[in-house]
């Protein structure tokens, strides 16, 4: 979800899963009064649902804009028969990683 669709799905909430982990962090007082008062507009989400939204959505966009880099391997073709590079970028590691944590989070061992 992007950061800009939040003020719309706050209009009409719905939940999503959450871990049993909990995150302690400290905010700077300009963001955490932002934060209050953004909880304060949207009194069924608490600072907790905004912060998770928040994050949420920035993570989001983060991977959205990581860079392709295009590697050594030629692992397809386009549609117009050009080759197609491995992603030796950062995105690859980075979905590996998650689903690994997404699979113990969730409980699950291979």
Request: proline share 8%; aromatic share 6%; glycine share 8%.
């Amino acid at each position: 979800m992007r950061i800009k669709d939040l003020l719309e799905r706050w209009g009409g909430r719905r939940e999503t899963p959450v871990t049993a982990e909990s995150y302690s962090i400290h905010l700077p007082v300009d963001a955490a009064a932002r934060i209050h008062a953004l909880a304060d507009m949207y009194p069924g989400l608490g600072t907790e649902g905004i912060l998770t939204d928040l994050i949420s959505s920035a993570l989001a966009e983060l991977e959205a804009t990581m860079p392709y880099v295009p590697g050594p391997k030629v692992i397809s073709e386009d549609d117009h028969g050009d080759p197609v590079y491995e992603d030796a970028g950062p995105m690859p590691r980075f979905l590996e990683l998650t689903r690994r944590y997404q699979d113990d989070l969730a409980g699950k061992t291979d």
